[in-house]
């Protein structure tokens, strides 16, 4: 019985030894097969980064190149503003200097009905004079100096507004 016991004992320990010996291939192949998924989300996981990071990068460049045209033309905007008021303020003194020399007189038109008596401007040119038809009559030149004034000012308003209007179309995006 010993001589059976024994071949029964290798055999037992034969199939013990086979059991061990497929669980660890079972074990081994499991971790390799579980590796690879774990490989191919990280792959996957890696790839929708870089893509997420790349589409980031582009907006970004997109935007900068937006504010970079839109600082362009502000600056080109600024420019052409400046330029008008100067030209604005230029003309406003040659007229300032023009009545200052007398060498410009402003004059009104005068009311036909208002003026009465001996205090009227006749209606009729005289041999000097180039101004035909209605009554006419001249502004003192301290007077004229401060209508050029306010007129400047006004140039000066609607420059100024026309450069905010054209600020306000662009950011906005309306044409």
């Known amino acids: 019985m010993k001589i059976d016991a024994v071949k029964w004992g290798g055999v037992l320990l034969i199939i013990l030894a086979l ?3 497929s669980a660890w ?3 081994a192949w499991q971790a390799n097969a ?3 998924q774990l490989a191919a989300k990280e792959s996957a996981y890696q790839t929708e980064r870089t893509d997420l990071a790349n589409a980031n990068a582009a907006q970004v460049l997109a935007e900068q190149g937006k504010r970079l045209a839109l600082e362009q033309w502000l600056a080109a905007s600024d420019q052409a503003h ?6 604005a303020k230029t003309t406003q003194t040659r007229l300032r200097d023009r009545i200052a020399t007398a060498d410009l007189r402003l004059s009104v038109q005068l009311d036909a009905a208002a003026a009465t008596g001996c205090d009227a401007v006749q209606t009729t040119t005289g041999a000097g004079s180039v101004v035909y038809g209605a009554r006419r009559a001249q502004l003192d ?3 004229a100096q401060r ?3 306010i007129t400047g000012d006004g140039d000066q308003g609607l420059i100024a507004l026309k450069a905010c209007q054209a600020y306000a179309k662009e950011v906005s995006g309306t044409k």
């Open 141 to 143: 030149p301290a007077h």
């Open 34 to 36: 579980y590796g690879q």
């Open 25 to 27: 291939a079972s074990w």
């Open 82 to 87: 400046y330029r008008a008021l100067t030209d």
């Open 147 to 149: 209508i050029i004034g």
């Open 19 to 21: 059991m061990a010996g």
